[in-house]
């Protein structure tokens, strides 16, 4: 079955990029995406990359995608006190569709000043 | 635009009592998912409902759990009687089948927190 695996903290400094990682086992994964929450909240879609796809850029986010090894990562560039939160890797199956996506157990981002 | 809608927020009860949540999905969005949010953990899918119909609750705890979404809109999860374990986030969202199947964007409610004493 699909199994996702983060860790569990990091803390960076305001200002500072933030690298978050993420593996993953199911190979036939169509889609990978990366959602947040904030405390108290649910969670958010930030992005999201197709399978066939290494990189992605969108505004201060990087994702990468290493489909060798399994491997995701999100960058947050000059990270600011407003991304401080929980970050969620979801990978679909081979369907592709949101309707089985497996999540992460999350990251949580502390920013600090 | 309205989002997803949860209520109770919290909720506290000790074991055995029954428990009842409730979900408003977006408007216009036919698939409902019912997810489960251990402390520390990630979602895990529950229930899905393609408008009226679970088209796979092959993780709900039928023995105790139990879920509706009679006219294809609102939905409620139930759990009677409730356990020590039970206690988590409920969380439901929903997605209109283009955008799920292009961006995989599930629109998630606040949950509902639950305390089993």
């Known amino acids: 079955g699909e199994d996702v695996e983060q860790s569990l903290f990091l803390s960076v400094r305001e200002g500072d990029s933030s690298v978050i990682n993420c593996t993953y086992t199911d190979s036939s994964s169509t889609y990978l995406y990366w959602y947040k929450q904030e405390p108290g909240a649910g969670l958010q879609l930030l992005t999201y990359?197709?399978?066939?796809?290494d990189m992605k850029q969108d505004q201060r986010l990087t994702v990468l995608l290493n489909k060798k090894d399994k491997h995701l990562s999100l960058r947050i560039a000059d990270t600011q006190t407003g991304d401080s939160a929980i970050y969620f890797c979801?990978?679909?199956?081979?369907?592709?569709?949101?309707?089985?996506?497996?999540f992460g157990t999350g990251t949580r981002l502390q920013v600090t000043l | 635009e309205a989002g997803v809608v949860q209520s109770p927020r919290y909720k506290i009860i000790e074991k055995k009592q029954p428990v009842a949540f409730w979900c408003n999905p977006i408007s216009g969005h036919n698939t409902l998912y019912w997810y489960l949010q251990n402390l520390g953990q990630g979602p895990e899918l529950l229930i899905r409902y393609e408008n009226e119909e679970a088209v796979d609750d092959s993780q709900l705890p039928k023995d105790r759990f139990s879920a509706e979404r009679l006219k294809g809109v609102d939905s409620t999860l139930k759990i009677q009687p409730a356990e020590l374990g039970d206690s988590a986030v409920y969380l439901c969202?929903?997605?209109?089948?283009?955008?799920?199947?292009?961006?995989?964007?599930?629109?998630f409610g606040e949950g509902s927190r639950l305390t089993v004493l």
């Open positions: 969202a929903s997605s209109s089948p283009g955008l799920a199947g292009e961006t995989g964007e599930l629109f």
């Open positions: 990359i197709f399978s066939n796809m």
């Open positions: 979801a990978e679909t199956d081979s369907t592709g569709t949101a309707s089985k996506l497996t």
